[in-house]
T-cell receptor, first 116, second 112 residues
Framework: KAGVTQTPRYLIKTRGQQVTLSCSPISGHRSVSWYQQTPGQGLQFLFEYFSETQRNKGNFPGRFSGRQFSNSRSEMNVSTLELGDSALYLC???????????????FGNGTRLTVT | GDSVTQMEGPVTLSEEAFLTINCTYTATGYPSLFWYVQYPGEGLQLLLKATKADDKGSNKGFEATYRKETTSFHLEKGSVQVSDSAVYFCALSRWTGNQFYFGTGTSLTVIP
C-alpha cells in the first residue's frame, strides 16, 4: 500500500512569508505527527493529530500550527517565517487508535524548507 | 522529562565489522523502544522495536534488547555491509500518548 506522502518536497521562501505543507497518511492511519529535523537540534516534535483533534503539542511558538481533515490528511502551517525555520519537516502516521505506545510511526520523505 | 541519549557519531566501520550503537533512555512508566534508520534524502524507516522489558527486536540482521535494569536499548549487528550506511535513531514512545522522543541520531559509514 502507498506510504506517507508529503508535498511539496522542496520549498524556498523568504523571511516574513508563510508556508503550508501537506501530508497524506497511510490508508487506515488516523494519527498524524509532525517533526522538525535540523542538524543542530535533531528531530523535534511539533504536534500530533488524531481524528481531526490535536492530541499532543511540542514546544514550538504559535507561528507553527496544523490541522487534520476528516480523511486524516494533515496540513502544517508556519507563519512569519524566520531564517531558523529552515529545516526538513517530516510527517509520520500511525494507527494511534487507543493511545497505545506500540504502534510505530511511518514517515514520509519530508519537505525541505529553505528560508532566505 | 522523557529523553533518549545515543552515542555520538559519526561511526566508520569496515565491511563485515561488528556494530554497536549505544542508546539509553529516561522515561516514567513503561515505554516502547524503537530504532529507526534514515537514508540520504529520505524519511525515517522503522528498523525494529521492543515493547516490554527483555524483549528483543530484530530485523535485517540488526538486534536490540530492551534492558529495563540499565534503561538501555543498544543496537547491534554482527557483520555490517556498505548498504547499512545511514543515520540511526533510537526512540521511545510512552503509554500516555502517541508522542515519540528521538535521540540525536548516529551516522554510520561502512567502507568496503
Amino acid at each position: 500500500k502507498a506510504g506517507v506522502t508529503q508535498t511539496p518536497r522542496y520549498l524556498i521562501k523568504t523571511r516574513g512569508q508563510q508556508v503550508t505543507l501537506s501530508c497524506s497518511p497511510i490508508s487506515g492511519h488516523r494519527s498524524v505527527s509532525w517533526y522538525q529535523q535540523t542538524p543542530g537540534q535533531g528531530l523535534q516534535f511539533l504536534f500530533e493529530y488524531f481524528s481531526e483533534t490535536q492530541r499532543n503539542k511540542g514546544n514550538f511558538p504559535g507561528r507553527f500550527s496544523g490541522r487534520q481533515f476528516s480523511n486524516s490528511r494533515s496540513e502544517m502551517n508556519v507563519s512569519t517565517l524566520e531564517l531558523g525555520d529552515s529545516a526538513l519537516y517530516l510527517c509520520a502516521s500511525s494507527f494511534g487508535r487507543d493511545r497505545s505506545n506500540n504502534s510505530p510511526l511511518h514517515f514520509g520523505n519530508g519537505t525541505r524548507l529553505t528560508v532566505t | 522529562g522523557d529523553s533518549v541519549t545515543q552515542m555520538e557519531g559519526p561511526v566508520t566501520l569496515s565491511e563485515e565489522a561488528f556494530l554497536t550503537i549505544n542508546c539509553t533512555y529516561t522515561a516514567t512508566g513503561y515505554p516502547s523502544l524503537f530504532w529507526y534508520v534514515q537514508y540520504p534524502g529520505e524519511g525515517l524507516q522503522l528498523l525494529l522495536k521492543a515493547t516490554k522489558a527483555d524483549d528483543k527486536g530484530s530485523n535485517k540482521g540488526f538486534e536490540a534488547t530492551y534492558r529495563k535494569e540499565t534503561t538501555s536499548f543498544h543496537l547491534e549487528k554482527g557483520s555490517v555491509q556498505v548498504s547499512d550506511s545511514a543515520v540511526y535513531f533510537c526512540a521511545l514512545s510512552r503509554w500516555t500518548g502517541n508522542q515519540f522522543y528521538f535521540g540525536t541520531g548516529t551516522s554510520l559509514t561502512v567502507i568496503p
